[in-house]
């Protein structure tokens, strides 16, 4: 759709390769450098957003198997659990539900992505966030202004949302600087100028921490 399938397909790969060397978390964080290194988004951003989204125990660490049913968030073991979580969800008509590393909405964004299978991709989740997040950040001039709408255009939900975003962009801008600044001119548009981005997402912060859901396998 956005002539930009075959990059992430292959990081798609590296990272599950990847995956079994390194822990999940860092799964997330490395779809965000490679997102923010293909859009210009600040790569500090991409990992608030990340952790805000997803965030398990008290450095909230990213978590790819994440899924938030209508405000009812759940980390799963495996991609195949949350897979077929979602799919039975997709399978009644429910479609208020956010998936992977940026909580990327199934009812307001599905159409950027090829299929269910591709929401769930790390490195096509990451980059859909990216792309999105350039456009409110040159709708609305601001990373921090880009976030809370990226969550919300009601203010109410918007505003807690910056709160959050600024304490964990805070905290992880103390470490060495990022390669990746960005302006409103650097930055890449993909979507165009138009101010019209659609609604965002829902975030794990304010849900209550559920331990692990284990599905029953057929295999």
Known sequence: MYGIWSKPLVLGVALTVLS??????????????HAASETGVP?????????????????????????????????????????????????RGESNIDIGCFQ?????HSDGFRSLDDMFDPAQNALYAARFLTELFREFGSWTEAAGAYHSRTPEYSERYKTKFQSIY???????ASQ???TADQVVSHWGRKGT?????????????????????SN
């Open 43 to 91: 790569l500090d951003v991409m990992q608030t957003i990340t952790r805000l989204e997803t965030g398990r125990g008290s450095d909230a660490d990213p978590w790819p198997w994440t899924v938030n049913h209508a405000g009812d968030g759940s980390w799963f073991q495996t991609e195949d659990d949350a897979r077929s979580y979602v799919f039975s969800k997709v399978k």
């Open 180 to 182: 990746f600044s960005g």
């Open 170 to 176: 805070s905290r992880l801008s103390k470490r060495p």
């Open 104 to 108: 990327i909405n199934y009812r307001w």
């Open 20 to 33: 079994a060397r390194v822990s999940f978390a860092s799964i997330c964080d490395i779809a965000a450098q």
């Open 197 to 217: 981005s659609r609604p965002g997402s829902l975030f794990m912060s304010e849900a209550t921490a559920q331990p692990f859901i284990a599905l029953p396998r």
